[in-house]
């Protein structure tokens, strides 16, 4: 029988268990700060009718859809978000879902694009949405998780940019962009500006949308207004603008009532700042809209980006159904993790490994990691018997933090010896108690996730 | 633009809160016992080139295969096991991987099977195994992961039984079949004994594989015995068996092994049993295999199943490359779990719910609900500002213990109302450390998962 060559399809990924397992702990902890808010898991499956799938994705999604007839011919593609599938979930089960309505999904997501470096087309989204209220409670609430969660994991020094769908749209309408095709054009040029820079921009947008040189600078002006001090001051500073029109009156009074809210907290004030230039997904949003970077490592991105919506729902209902939600990039959050240092890249969940001489010492082995682990410290035994120094060379590169061995003297007289792998000491024929002191002092710092 | 009607695909399931946090918890425990043993998560795409999958499966599976051609015109197919993917995985990084490798994978395999009640085209496997070492240590692990992941549940009445594929060749061979697709036949029919009863079975024997009256009770007689008393004088009833071949020699001295190294641990004895009846995956399993069954619950099968196999990588490499390894039936063990009445099936994830009378209140509700979660209490602020009546039944709808209620005396006051949705005691204007007392108290007993 010819063998087949082991291989993945181009733009997937295989983890390994560094990866996954750093992953896995990533993943524990913002699930935790989703549920320590009530929200609550959902799941879909990674197959849909195409006709549920295609109708809300963007052209350039359609293209990418995984797509194909199953048994009964039926026309299926693989999920690409799951934004949609979470409309079609509440429009289905509208009776058995009582709102307000707090979900959070984990899952991987699937899209045909092309292949390029750290764009994968399966990957994982994290998402959590508070659906059917239009309080600023909620959005507040949003904002609290992605907070907590961030500095659930070790991250200190971020800044979450807000902003508000209609002061950009009045902004626009301010400087006579008023049809809503010509405002995401507008905003799609602004959003450019790292890319192609403000002389680009104003190119382009006298390119497209001929404006006048005096309404470009407006435009300009007016979006690149960022918050530098505390909110009172910043909100005196631009109160002028709730004159230009009612949009932008109704986005700033959104922006204060939500400031209100969340400065009555403890969660820190210089996390979050208003900013103007952020638009978000730009057909999508209606209300207030959020990007998140890291202080010490602002190039990759938002690493947690969301904002309020207005009709989650229009493909399957007339009902109007909004909410607010944000998605944390996974993959750019472990990589930024990794690079500030706050990730501890192990192969093994095992804190320590236990080794034998020889074999009749198994049972004797596993009845002391049974008894670390009753005392919650992550333990295996190895299976073979082979050379200390093959057994010390797996434990190095997997990770553990100590070795025990079980050799004859030990056996006979019940007790171990103690090695740590970190500083090097090893302490011969301890009691188990004495050992589990030792491997629990050992934890001084606070475990990395 | 014509709606879209809201629906799953026929033989795929979506899971509503109740249901999906309820996985969740599960899951989480039984990753959490996992790890506690060294296994580390790996994670592999849920899509592959179809040859990768092709090749092991049976022919059944290959007709249920999702596949089709990507937009590279590749052929490709969803995974329909973890296995194939894990044996992918450890051929592609065999230099990446150090042996032995213990991992866990959780995730959605698909199958395009007939829709039948309570089988789904999507489902969740729970895979953990110990690759590349045949040392009787790896099996005594594997069943202490069964142990501890069932007990860890809640579970204590279970039964691991105990084979070993040697055994069943060597009866087999004993009562003259010999050829390897004969054995199979023998075991499968064998394997029909609940559904076809004891003359079914022989008339079957008879039928297939010209066994003589003689042969055949021989055959039944020895795939019925059970371990009923403690292992040793169970062991000493068969011992003459093991001078019927060298193959059932092999598989007694295997398991009393594997006692020796489970007798030392503080693990139940009278958790695994000995059942020369349990056959399991006839063609991949060759060395010891097993079944575990809930005692109040035996009528729903195994919720775990595993066994050695002796080449795993056999697609892909000449390479041997054996392991031991196990499934958790998560789906069976939730149903079991539920109808044993130890899930708490909530569609919250909070245990309490703050509602304010005034929208000017939300500042002082989100701040004590911050203070609640620092201290560990998982609770919720209702967004609306609505009838109180509303707001209970919301609670009691989604499973919330407690309600918080901020009107204008708590408000002015900085304290709040709590309400014990169980008992109806409700205590009016106590102060947020009174009240996290109170909530604190209440869980006497065990929290359920």
Known sequence: MALVTPRTLSGFKDRLPKEALAKTHLLNKVSNVFMNF?????????????????????????????????????????????TVP????????????????????????FRGERAQRGRYREFTQCDFDFIGSNSISCDAEILQVIYASLVGLGIDEFTIWLNHRGILNGICEYCGIIEEKDINTALRIIDKLDKIQI??????????????STRIEQLLKYTSIKQQGDSESFFESIAYMADFNESIKKGLDDLKA???????????????????????????YTGIVYETTLNALKSIGSVCSGGRYDNLTRTFSKDKMSGVGASIGIDRLLAALEELGLLTKKATSARALIVCMD?????????????????????EVYPEISKLKKQFAYANTKGHEFVIVIGES?????????????????????????ALTLIREDREEEIRI
């Open 410 to 434: 030990e056996f006979s007289s019940k007790t171990l010896t103690l090695k740590n792998m970190t500083s090097g000491m090893q302490i011969e024929r301890i009691s188990f108690l004495k």
């Open 359 to 379: 074999s009749t010492y198994f049972g004797y082995a596993h009845l002391l990691a049974e008894s670390f682990r009753q005392s919650k410290v992550p333990i």
């Open 199 to 212: 002389e680009g921009v104003r190119a382009e947008l006298h390119k497209e949308l001929q404006l006048d």
């Open 86 to 109: 979470l409309a079609r979930f509440v429009s289905q089960y509208k009776n058995e879902v009582d709102l307000p309505f707090k979900r959070f999904a984990i899952g991987s997501v």
């Open 258 to 284: 939500l400031h209100k809210v969340l400065s009555s907290l403890q969660m820190d004030r210089d996390t979050y700042r208003i900013n103007f230039s952020i638009a978000r997904g730009l057909g999508y």
């Open 38 to 82: 009530g929200f609550v898991p959902i799941e879909t499956p990674h197959l849909e009718y195409a006709d549920v799938l295609v109708k809300q994705g963007s052209d350039e999604i359609q293209k990418e859809l995984y797509r194909f007839k199953d048994h009964g011919e039926r026309d299926v593609a693989l999920r690409f978000d799951l």
